[in-house]
């Protein structure tokens, strides 16, 4: 039996349903002794600005029980230097390149950036990073609000046609409202979640354990409620879901597809076991031999209630 694995996010055509979670992968050279770079279904980049970004002073990370919590602060080399000095490794892959951005400010950047990422065609698709907790528009996140996600998607939408991704914040009442809005608005797939916002205090000291106070929390804490996320909003919209949140093995991507996601990111697993996406993806092929499923597609959303 050779069962199929492979699936459909807009216009991309991935082996398998297994990428990488932005941020978590560097820029996946930081893998290659690891793992074949190549078996990935994907490559989500870590987050890329227009300007180069020197993140946040340190501590910037700490474990916390089952996840940890992070406040990288978006370092990056910039756009010009991301194209310079990274995209070169990335392309020689044959993997589709997922590039994250994400703006300083207004919408503008995301227009200057999607329309630069437009024009090279070694990159597959743009997922846009409206949820990063370091990067707010006035006092919120641009996901955290409807009309403002529709807004800079739409005016993403309308400089790009590659296959554009919207990544939604958990930190939410209604997310399926917001990934709504990114549908409404052209986004041909949403991925969540992103880092649930969290803090964690040292009483020795009495301080912060990372510098930026509080930071986003991710890894197996926070699995169930992205879980319920994807399924909230799977049965919501038509596009695809691709999830994430504390996958580290091949029965928690499951879960992820049974709610309702068409593809799965690894992201804090990276860190932990860095040839997780490897031992996933194999993983989910016996699965479906096992189980005597001859296309992944039918799991996708086959939650029995
Ligand atoms: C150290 C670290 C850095 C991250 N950087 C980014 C980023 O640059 N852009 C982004 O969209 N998400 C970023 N994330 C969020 C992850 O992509 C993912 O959405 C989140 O961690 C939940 O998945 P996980 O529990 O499997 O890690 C980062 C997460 C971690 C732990």
Redesign the pocket.
Known sequence: MNPNLKVNIGKLNLKNPVLV????FGYAEEFKDFIDLKKLGAIVT??ITLNPRKGNPPPR?CETPA??L?S?G?ENPGIEGFLKEKLPFLKKLGVPIIV?IASEGGQEEFITLAKRLDKIKEISAI?L?I??PNIKESARLISQDAKTTYKVVKAARSVTRKTLIT?LSPNVTDIAEIALAAERAGSDAVSL???LAGMSINVKTGKPKIAAIAG?L??PA?RPVAVRMVWEVYQKIKIPVIG????IDTESALEFLIAGASAV?????NFINPRSTAEIISGLRDYIIQNKISDINELVGSLRV
């Not at 979670?21 to 978590?24: E, L």
């Not at 990111?265 to 697993?269: L, M």
Request: proline share 0%; net charge positive.
């Open positions: 979670a932005s941020g978590t870590k987050t990370t996840g940890m992070n990288i978006l994250s997922e990073n949820s990063c990544k979640v992103n880092t986003g991710s890894g926070i994430m949140g504390g996958i990111s690894i992201g804090t697993a």
